[in-house]
Structure formats: structure tokens, C-alpha cells
């Protein structure tokens, strides 16, 4: 069993930068790829980033690429989304997902592969 709780949503402008953590329980982690998703109003759940258990590869769908970066430290258990050159399109709840693909794939990039979430935190971007 995995338990995730996200942090560091807000509100804040076009142009500005935001930091997600995600914080996990379980003395495996280091073993789970943990991706982050996001779900904006009246759209599907999407696949945002996705890093390897020993933080070696990270994955990036095209969207957020060269703006956003996942890393992870296994000592404290966390992961991070540093968010920056925010897009109002961006504005959407953030999750933080394990249990999925215990290697890379294209079923990574689908929300009912994963089995533990967190309960999502908000991101708003103002224009």
C-alpha cells in the first residue's frame, strides 16, 4: 500500500512558477515509477511526467517540455514538479500517481494503469 499527498498548488500568473511536492508512504519507494497527472475542468485525467524509481529517466508529455521538471528524492520519500513559464492552460488539479508500469511504457500514460493517488492539488493560472 502506497499513500500520496501532493502540496504547493496555488494561484498565480502567466509567466510564473510553481513547485509540486508529493509525499509517499511505504519503505519501497524507491522501487516505484511515480508519474504526475493532471485534470482540468470538464477533461480527461492527462498524463503530465512520469520518473524511474532511482530517478535516472524522466518522461515528458509535449505539452510541458522544457518548462516543467520531475525530480524525486528517495531519502525523504518525495517527488517534485517544478512548474515554470506557467500557461493558463496549465490550470488544472495535479495528482501524483505510483503503482503504475514498473517500467516506462505506453501504458504509462494512462490514469487507470496507476493504483495509488493522491488527492490532487490545485493549480491556477491567471492570464
Known amino acids: 500500500q502506497v499513500q500520496l499527498v501532493e502540496s504547493g498548488g496555488g494561484l498565480v500568473q502567466a509567466g510564473g512558477s510553481l513547485r509540486l511536492s508529493c509525499a509517499a508512504s511505504g519503505r519501497t519507494f524507491s522501487t516505484f515509477y511515480i508519474a504526475w497527472f493532471r485534470q482540468a475542468p470538464g477533461k480527461e485525467r492527462e498524463f503530465v511526467t512520469a520518473?524511474?524509481?532511482?530517478?535516472?529517466?524522466?518522461y515528458y508529455a509535449d505539452s510541458v517540455k522544457g518548462r516543467f521538471t520531475m525530480s524525486r528524492d528517495n531519502a525523504k520519500n518525495t517527488v517534485y514538479l517544478q512548474m515554470n513559464s506557467l500557461k493558463p492552460e496549465d490550470t488544472a488539479v495535479y495528482y501524483c500517481?505510483?503503482?503504475?508500469?514498473?517500467?516506462?511504457?505506453?501504458?504509462?500514460?494512462?490514469?487507470?494503469?496507476?493504483?495509488?493517488w493522491g488527492q490532487g492539488t490545485q493549480v491556477t493560472v491567471s492570464s
Open positions: 520518473i524511474a524509481g532511482n530517478g535516472g529517466r524522466t
Open positions: 500517481a505510483a503503482g503504475g508500469p514498473p517500467a516506462y511504457n505506453r501504458g504509462s500514460l494512462y490514469p487507470h494503469n496507476y493504483d495509488f
